[in-house]
């Protein structure tokens, strides 16, 4: 929806060159955006549990907008960190190798020094041996797997916690406290209006002069309450729309003191009088 009412807004605004100031050249209207523009989905099913924002309120990046019911998770969260943690299958392991390295070091050495001891039984010796490394090495192994189902949990826990993804002001709540949510359902909407983009399709031939990195005067607005800004061309579009003879233009401006409220349109100036 949001995107068709944009584009109605394209199709009215855009393409339509008009008179600018007396000393200024050739204008063309377009319309603002704000640059940082997020509505953030559900990742996966379930039911609102706390909205921690309102609509309207400021928050910084990595802030919990809203959390859904995840006590189910949290719990397997816990009871993997915990087994995760637990070192005392791994320890016993490396005690009962260390002791039965000593016992085979020891019955090898009396072996090789006094023939007191058999041939079977130094195999049997090592071979003790060996397997309770082969012990050891297997519960390393399940020890790392154990730690990576908590990471795992832990991953999981998250995405049933909305982050604001960067600076800026939540604009819509899309749930209500205990509202279902279904998966790519869209919860929240957080907008950054500090940078904005204007957005215009010029006439191919109208500003030869325009290329990325250059500056281009903005009146965005109308009437006595228009706001002038200076922006700077970050796109140009390598092609011209060959139904219409437009290239797509935008430039970033500045919007710090938040004077110009993202989605009115306004005017760039082409070109000043020679």
Known sequence: MRSSRRAACLFLAFG???????????SVRGITEPLNDATISAI???????????????????DVVL?????????????RKLISESKVEVDSAKHQADTLKLDYTATKQLFDTTQSVSEEELWKKELDYKLAVAEYDKLQIAEKREELEWKIAEEQLKERVVFAPFDGTVVKIHKHTGDSANAQDPLVRVVDVHQCRFIAYVEAASAPHLAKGSKVSLRIGEGGSAVSRTGTIEYMSPVVDPSSGLREVKALFDNSDGKVQPGVSGVMILEGKK
């Open 16 to 26: 339509t060159t008009v008179a600018a100031a007396p000393n200024e050249g050739r």
């Open 44 to 62: 996966v099913p379930g039911r609102v549990a706390v909205i921690r924002k309102k609509e309207g309120e400021a928050v910084a990046k990595g």
């Open 67 to 79: 959390e859904m019911e995840k006590e189910e998770q949290e719990l397997e969260a816990a009871r």
